[in-house]
């Protein structure tokens, strides 16, 4: 079993939909972080989390560590928000601390 | 965000030969790098990590002497293929993280990444 799971594994939406994606992890983690991957392979990091909520423009993202989750989401979407988007959880500690991926939630959003 | 760059971004490269590719953090010191590897659809895999003027730790079933990482200083890390075959084709993606780890600034950030094709 994946240490990270994500869900949907794909999603398709129209413009102007409020997008969830889901992440789940079954060990302690330092932080996690949401990444997004478009068409032609460049990853942005969008959020790093220890605990609680993050926003940045129409992105939220929130994380409970008790319950090993975090989501984000995506309000009123746009065909540019068409993505692959991953989390990653940060296990270990200090420099020997590595991420570990989820296997990413495609997004379609169209008009 | 800190920015870190990638060269080449795309390269073709025959079989048998030598490919270098360059990882830079632009505006911050990277004391730690990481090189990853995609397949298509499939989501990243860490290859090696490294850290400033020490010598690279490889993740199980990498080559180090097949894939050299050099981490010669704070901005510049950079992944060697050495005899490259077909199967190396692939997607590497760089990433770095500064200090300020014992601080709890767990920020990573990523470099647009390399398509390799070996012919």
């Known amino acids: 079993k994946n240490e990270v799971e994500q869900s949907p594994q794909n999603l398709t939406a129209q413009e102007g939909e409020f997008i969830t994606i889901n992440c789940s992890y079954s060990?302690?983690?330092?932080?996690l972080h949401w990444l997004q991957q478009h068409p032609g392979g460049g990853i942005v990091s969008l959020f790093m989390?220890?605990?609680g909520k993050k926003k940045h423009g129409r992105l939220i993202a929130t994380i409970n560590i008790q319950e090993k989750h975090s989501s984000l989401h995506i309000t009123a979407s746009h065909p540019r928000d068409s993505a692959v988007y991953i989390c990653a959880v940060l296990l270990g500690v200090g420099t020997a601390s590595k991420l570990t991926f989820g296997t990413g939630t495609r997004l379609q959003v169209t008009l | 965000g800190a920015v870190v760059s990638q060269h080449p971004s795309w390269v073709i490269c025959k079989s048998g030969t030598s490919v270098k590719i360059e990882c830079r953090s632009l505006d911050f010191q990277a004391t730690t790098m990481f090189w990853y590897r995609q397949f298509p659809k499939q989501s990243l895999m860490l290859m090696a990590t490294?850290?400033?003027?020490?010598?690279?730790?490889?993740e199980q079933g990498v080559e180090k002497d097949k894939f050299l990482i050099n981490h010669a200083s704070l901005t510049l890390s950079t992944l060697t293929v050495t005899s490259a075959h077909p199967e190396d084709s692939s997607f590497y993606i760089c990433?770095?993280?500064?200090?300020?780890?014992?601080?709890?600034?767990?920020?990573?950030?990523f470099g647009p990444g390399t398509r390799l094709t070996v012919t």
């Open positions: 060990v302690g983690i330092s932080a």
């Open positions: 990433s770095a993280r500064g200090g300020g780890w014992d601080r709890g600034n767990y920020e990573q950030y």
């Open positions: 989390l220890s605990s």
């Open positions: 490294s850290n400033e003027g020490s010598k690279a730790t490889y």
